[in-house]
């Protein structure tokens, strides 16, 4: 089986980090998938890219969001070979994929939904573009049982092709290096520093907590992170405040903090917070997008209503004075994605995703 994925880039992001997951996989390195991954971007400003997936790596290389160019680039591309499955990844590479499939031809294109909203969904006038990029792709993965009804409600004529098909990682060694004596309590965010992901939410509980020795981690960068850096000094935080911007590998900071923060205005199935927990790292998170599909309340992390600076701030504090409470729930947590968010569970879930839809209906109608 000829598989392509077409990718934005293979930068920072929970997608992308997915989709490497996917190719390192045991499941796909056992099979006879033959797999190749076209960007449009490039390999991102993380520079991790394409290091150690052991698979093609084609960048149509567009100077920009909306290039025209990267409609007639792709298709060439995708001319020049021949796949069974095109499994594409994010926006805005739905929209040229999809536009795509009236010039080229493959067996299946499908498309991995991420997010639970996106702006597009704010105006109406879209949605019989958005319905006609959807009627392109044989199947629709979304990551959480939220993302799909959200896509549903969207666009309904979707509901019939949507599987449900959550993120998954690999489970981390432990390093046994976390909740060293005698050092300050430290939060970890992850992430983009742009608005949906509510860091300044974080800020504003960091500020209000009374215990005044934690410190905070923020890996990542954004539009924001200007504004991000002067509202930690405005609130009286920038000392204990650590911008540390874009990281290739964020597993040894997340081995030497007290808990992960994530304080999103919106989610789909947020990678970061699958690969704490999979570290025995407790998570603090807003209760938005898939989030409470994955953390159980008390017992695998904890959840806090969104825009809740204040809860956020109690359920911090309340984390960090209790190790033994800590410990017990970060074991909870890695046993959790062990269970039901292991990156095997869903490659083979994904892998048989292609072989269903590859055979058709009339073979699967048989198969019954």
Partial sequence: MRVLHIIDSLGAGGAESSLRNLILSRPVQESSIDLEVVTLYGLGTSGRGAEGLGVPIHNLD?????????????????????????????????????????????????YTESSSWNRRRRYPSLRPLESLVFSRFKAVIAVSRLVAENLIDWLPTTRKKVRVIPNGVPIARLAGTRAASGRAPVILFVGRLEWMKGVDILLRALAGMRKTDVRLQVVGDGTLRQSLENLAAELGIGERTEFLGLRSEVGPLMDRADCLALPSRWEGLPMVVLEAMSRGLPVVASSVGGVPEIITQGVSGWLVPPEDSEAMAATLA?????????????????????????????????????AEIIAGPAARRRAQ
């Fill in 62 to 110: 567009l100077k920009s969001k909306y290039s025209p160019a990267g409609l007639w680039r792709l298709v060439r591309f995708i001319r020049s070979r021949r796949y069974d499955v095109i499994h594409v990844h994010l926006f805005p590479a739905s929209y040229f994929a999809a536009l795509s499939s009236f010039f080229v031809r493959a067996r299946a294109w499908v």
């Fill in 318 to 354: 309340s984390v960090l004075t209790n190790p033994a409470l800590r410990r017990q729930v970060g074991r909870n947590a890695r046993e959790r994605i062990r269970q039901d968010f292991s990156i095997e569970r869903m490659a083979q879930k994904t892998v048989a995703l292609y």
